[in-house]
């Protein structure tokens, strides 16, 4: 049949009138797009009742659309079913396309019975949508998919244009506007372009979770790559192509290659033959099936190159995988704000905050530092960080921050104009748990019991599966494989996984509404008692740096374990864990945060055992000690010693008369001081544990050097020291002892004996596991500065030691104070108050690696 030029596609759209008007003007608009003709009974009066209508108007039309919401729709006189179920019936055999508007908490059972008989028949294509605008865009791209998928169908009789004809691409429409500006990977977007235009790349997949930036990513990198494909760069949206098989026709559709009778890959084939193309293939994972097409595609073309964005790989060969990774987010302990402001995730929610109307020059250092904490928060994840910014509209940084940390959900719906499937963060995190099957959702809610990661022993000890179902690595590796966790394979023997942080949020939730939350949280908890105890005994000896490494990696799941237990009460548990890793805590630099689990503990000490009342108690007053709070720490100290001595545990008596001592010697009660190291000393090398008798004669050592004592026994005591340290080859106890000794040269006026040693102090301390000795190096370079009159470097050197000290919540040890405060006020002194303090700010702000470098240079021999 031949039809006049003015014959066009008829588009029937039914619904009930009274409550859907401005979602049926959004449907007219998306079918008049598309230059089709919608059939829509309020447009033309009629002399006939509305069933009659109705039906002449469907008999007459092509395609189907329904957009229900909560009513069921009035009964007329002769029907028993309402005119929209009618108009249902009556379009059976035809495409149809129904819209179910949500949320819809009012829904007429009739309705909700009819969609689901529609639902169960299988026979329609139905969806959701929240705002007439998304419904527009829907129904749009339905009804050109629905089109092209239709011309697939189409006989070879019907054809117009043969295959061979090798038809060319249409005109390529333009990359997706960005309404923002592209902040940050600059790295990556020029490697990307790199990689893409070298011919023997063909495929490129950027991988990584929802929310992360693939798509912002990839439209940034084609932006740049028209010269290198000079044949067109095509960018395909298929967040909504929800069937594999209809990938190509979408291909197609956005090629501009529409006519044909042969399928749309051999289509596609044709005319694509010997062009440079690139096609971006945006959102691939819920067509995942669809990827033999593509390489189908690619193998049957010389100079197709294809950029997917996927939230897992493709796993076609020659495909090259990009992990999509947060934005660089802030130091969790800035030296100073230009390391805040520097930091990608910090730029990105200044510059949509500024959007908002929030200027960078309107917020104060506070509020910079409130910034800094909520990218954090939200792990560097783009998406979360834009709807944070958005927020700014009313909540300033500081007002923002503690609401976040209570919950994401503050994040919902921020931005109406990002897609439905990413206006919240919850949404983003539905896309992606949908797809996964269903034991694999199970594990992923209970591995939301993890902090900052874990490992696989970790996970089949809390989270044990069902073998039946599937082995514990399978489903992690679909975990992997859908980017809802990510595995460092560092480690050979221990490979680490991780989820970020708004994953990880969501999956808790997911964990809470299955009612597992304290079944697996007490799993958590036991699996980590036992890793602790066992780390207490490898902490003493050769095996600290694994012990040491293993803990920071646990950093974040034994502060929630502190803190659960808590809560739940389990009061013992936080004591002994502490107890256990306490020379990670120090070492480390955990001061702080172990300060606050255990002020719950001690708080309700009545309710621990003696023994385990004794050690909280030890840990408490071993804080205390580190931070400067002498007095109490005295009273904690003895009260554990008093219940360590009536129970016989001597090596515990032992740890307790070392933090004793430096109590004593700090108050000027010198022999005590030297009889409690002494005594612990030999007590602890009997037992073994030569870290704590190291420190125990070191600090006995640097005591006597540092006030007039014998010099021969000091000696040999830091030689004691140093043997201790050297026999476990124990990192930063050799460093401590070194310190001491170069301490010990610069008293002696052996200054340059004294800036060797101690710039060795400082050049191999600068971290963690030994940041407060790296503290004292930078204060004994100080007094070599001094010594060879440079008293600006010293005051600086002193205010960079301060800063780290108190960066790390930390004060200096009684029995070195006093030499500090000489040195210091010799250095006051020789510059005067203004000046002093001046040169000591400007040290605060030095970062750890400024001040390393700053106080190396003075290890340099003196001129002349």
Known sequence: MIRTHDRRLRVYVSSVLDELAEERAAVRDAVQQHRMTPVMVEMAARPYPPPALSRAYISQSEVFVGVYWQQYGAVPEGLD??????????????PRLLYLKRPAPDRDPRLRALVERLQNAGDVSYRSFTTAAEL???????????????FDATTAADALTPVDAGPAPGQPRPLPYQATSFVGREDEVRELRALLAERSVRLVTLVGAGGIGKSRLAV????GLEDAFPDGV???????????????????AEVGVHSGSAPSLERLVSALQGRRVLLVLDNFEQVAEAAGEVGRLLSLTAEVTVLVTSRRLLRLRGEHEHRVTPLAVPPSRPHAMQEVTEADAVKLFLARAEATGLPRAALNDDEMVAVADIVRRLDGVPLAIELAAARTRLLRPTALRPRLERSLDILADALV???????????????????????????????????DGWTLDAAEAVCPEATETVAMLDALSELVDSSLVTVDLSDPEQPRFTMLAPVRDYARQRLQEMGEVRDIDARHLAYFRTVCAEAGVGLRGHDQ????????????????LAQRAVDADALEDVALVAWSVWRWIWLNDHVTAARYWMEGVVARADELTPLTRAKAFWVMGCLLYEQGSYDRATGMLTEARRVFGAHDAECEVAVTDLMIAGLAAGHGEADRAYGLWTEAADVLRRYGDFFTASVAAGSHGVHLLLNGGDADAAQQLLQSALADAERIANAPMIALTRLYQGLAALLGGEVATAAALLDEVVATSGGRASGEVFAYGLDGLAGVALARDEPVRAATLFGAAAGVRFRSGLSPWPHVRPMLDGLTEATRLALGNAEYRAAVDRGRQMTTIQARDYARAVAAPAPG
């Open 81 to 94: 079913v309402s005119t929209v179920d009618d108009e249902l019936r009556l379009a059976a055999g035809m």
């Open 136 to 150: 527009r865009d829907l129904v749009a791209e339905d009804l050109a998919v629905l089109v092209s998928e239709r």
């Open 220 to 223: 940034e990198v084609a932006r």
């Open 234 to 252: 095509y960018f395909v949206p298929l967040a909504r192509v929800t069937k594999p098989e209809l990938v190509m026709a979408a291909i197609a």
């Open 417 to 451: 104009d990002l897609p439905e499937r990413q206006r919240s963060l919850r949404a983003t995190m539905e896309w992606s748990y949908a797809l996964l099957a269903p034991h694999v959702a199970r594990l992923l809610a209970r591995l939301s019991t993890f902090v």
């Open 545 to 560: 740096p694994r012990w040491l490494s293993r803990l920071e990696a646990e950093a974040g799941n034994l502060t929630v």
